[in-house]
């Protein structure tokens, strides 16, 4: 006997009721309206199977039968999820579909998020420009130490006359100056071979940043504020504001931890898709966390929001 497998699924959407949720997130029950338009002349009917969870070994599906044509599908409270599998004549069963998620489905896909790879600059230059607010660049240290090394055509002592910030002047074989805390600095040096030629004077201006940019986060209205816990609607939005005094802001990241799952890998924040992004992507209990980084690849520690899930009423 041979089996159905593959099937034409057409997916007209004509409306969907809106998923009330806040933060704690609550879930009601829908409905959809699609079309299901076979590819052979003996389907039947189709099998639909409704899901909690997208761990199918967990728990037995709400069924439901419905013949070719326009589909009005009702999603009881707490199904999430629910797949589609064609019926031929004489009971032959084609494929089931991949899970569509409820919350997500009929509306357009959402664009990949870009995977952002912890970094620091891909350069041995120990100092790098970095553009700044006013179009012209500024030289940021890339390393903790700086050593001025004579480049000499042939063998001969030197010694370098050097300061800091217009300190004293200091002379030495080689200076190794060591840098550590933030700020604005000017190194001015000046080497002298042993027959008491000197070079020109090199002037370096540069700032020295470690620390990395601070992240701050607040719910755009509707929402209420109960103690440490924030119930929000369908309507709010996650507002994140991050701060770099320093070489600048490169990029808010991001990454979730669904349920008991490990969590994900680190992605770009868009601030006007990551929010819906992310509470559509996990039925359960989620954690968010958030982690700018600057031009330097320093990187913030990452603060966490605890996304709980509960029911209308609770």
């Not at 099937?7 to 409306?15: A, G, P, Q, T, V």
């Not at 940021?140 to 030197?158: A, C, D, G, H, W």
Request: neutral net charge.
């Amino acid at each position: 006997m041979n089996r159905v497998s593959q099937f034409r699924f057409y997916l007209i959407l004509l409306w969907m009721t809106s998923i009330g949720f806040v933060f704690p997130i609550f879930s009601e029950s829908k409905t959809i309206k699609f079309t299901l338009e076979p590819e052979r002349d003996d389907i039947i009917q189709y099998e639909l199977e409704l899901w909690k969870t997208p761990n199918l070994e967990l728990e037995i599906p709400f069924r439901v039968l419905a013949s070719p044509g326009k589909i009005q599908l009702y999603i009881p409270h707490g199904y999430e999820y629910f797949r589609i599998r064609a019926v031929a004549k004489r009971q032959v069963r084609g494929f089931w579909t991949e899970l569509y998620a409820v919350n997500s489905f009929g509306k357009p896909k959402q664009k990949e998020p870009s995977k952002i790879i912890a970094r620091k600059p891909a350069t041995t230059d120990v100092l790098v420009p970095i553009p700044n607010k006013e179009g012209t660049s500024h030289f940021y240290l890339t390393e903790n130490k700086i050593q001025v090394k004579p480049i000499l055509s042939q063998p001969m002592k030197t010694s370098v006359r050097y300061r800091v910030n217009d300190g004293p002047w200091l002379v030495t074989r080689q200076p190794e100056l060591t840098f550590l805390k933030d700020g604005n600095y000017k190194l001015e040096y000046q080497v002298t071979n042993e027959l008491g030629i000197s070079d020109s004077m090199q002037v370096w201006e540069f700032s020295v940043d470690n620390t990395p940019p601070t992240t701050e986060f607040s719910w755009q209205p509707p929402f209420y504020q109960k103690a440490s816990l924030a119930f929000v609607g369908p309507t709010t939005k996650l507002k994140l504001n991050s701060v770099d005094v320093g070489s600048g802001l490169d990029v808010i990241r991001f990454r979730t931890t669904c349920g008991m799952n490990p969590s994900s890998e680190w992605y770009s924040w868009d601030h006007e898709t990551s929010w819906t992004n992310v509470i559509n992507s996990c039925s359960e209990d989620m954690d968010l966390e958030i982690s700018a980084t600057d031009q330097l690849g320093n990187e913030e520690i990452p603060k966490k929001i605890t996304i709980k899930r509960t029911q209308k009423g609770n």
